[in-house]
């Protein structure tokens, strides 16, 4: 299933797409996606119901961020090598691990803001899922089955609060609109092979990384097996899964970040696109 939150901001209500690509209403159902609300339970609830019983909304209005919130907003940093490469960073010996404050989800088409005072805000497409049931020292073999659904990201990043302001890099990752996520929240069953999907960014209609899930260093088992030995995952919690190269950052000779006007589009084979504009 593909599900979405549909609607003005604020005012989004969750809803499913169904097979012939209509928005369905699952207000009476669902109270939002978040938390218990992507637990595997409950997603298996709306599998339950009679699609077509439900309402289908009029095409054509906002789809806001697959979740309402996120009890932990996880990322996962220099996590394909080529991107270690163009930034001149040594390759970790087991997953870098930050976090992104939860106040920075967004829509997959509204807008980025740049903060006052940047001159460096960049763009990171990213694979993310969404943690299904509470997770503790999970072993590998069976660390995908903690997975609830996919969806693209976009790592918005500032590189000089990231980089030069002491303190841990969530503060580069974290102002406002610095996370779309959606359109879509899918749901594990449709996601095949995680680690076999295309990645890629525009801006201003010029492909700028063009990748894929196979070029991870920490594949998703070994990042939720390694997460999971130093905390308990929450349902609901986002993951992240890193950046391929082609970052403005990474750039030679000169560096290139996002303008106010830019069209950055960013998407996840089988997860759907999102298109901001930048002011």
């Known amino acids: 299933m593909k599900l979405l939150r549909y609607g003005p901001k604020g005012q989004e209500i969750p809803c499913l797409l169904d097979d012939e690509g209509h928005i369905r209403d699952l207000s009476k159902h669902v ?12 997603i298996d609830t709306i599998r339950a119901l009679d699609i077509k019983n439900l309402p289908q909304l009029p095409s054509g209005k906002r789809i806001g961020s697959c979740l309402a919130d996120a009890p932990n907003f996880f990322c996962i940093g220099l996590n394909y090598a080529k991107h270690a490469a163009e930034t001149g960073s040594i390759l970790p010996d087991e997953p870098l691990v930050f976090n ?9 088409f509204d807008i980025i803001k740049i903060p006052e005072g940047s001159i460096h805000t960049d763009w990171e497409v990213e694979l993310g899922i969404v943690i299904g049931k509470p997770c503790y020292q999970a072993a590998e073999s069976n660390a995908l089955s903690y997975v609830s659904g996919y969806f693209t990201a976009n790592d918005v990043s500032e590189r000089t609060f990231q980089k030069h302001r002491s303190g841990q890099w969530v503060k580069g990752k974290s102002s406002p609109t610095f996370a779309p996520i959606g359109p ?11 680690q076999n999907l295309e990645i890629k960014t525009t801006v201003n209609g010029k492909l700028m990384q063009s990748s894929n899930t196979n070029d991870m260093i920490f594949n998703l088992p070994k990042i939720i097996s390694n997460l999971s030995k130093y905390m308990t995952l929450r349902t609901g919690d986002i993951i992240i899964t890193g950046t391929p190269e082609g970052v403005g950052a990474g750039i030679k000779p000169k560096p290139q970040f996002l303008q106010s006007g830019d069209t950055i589009e960013v998407e996840v084979e089988g997860l759907g696109r ?4 930048v002011i």
């Not at 109270?31 to 409950?42: K, L, Q």
């Not at 999102?274 to 504009?277: A, L, N, S, T, V």
């Open 31 to 42: 109270m939002d996606f978040a938390g218990d609300a992507v637990s595997f339970e409950a």
């Open 274 to 277: 999102q298109k901001m504009k």
């Open 184 to 194: 879509y929240l899918v749901t594990h069953d449709e996601i095949k092979d995680p």
């Open 100 to 108: 992104k404050a939860t106040s920075a989800i967004s829509g997959p």
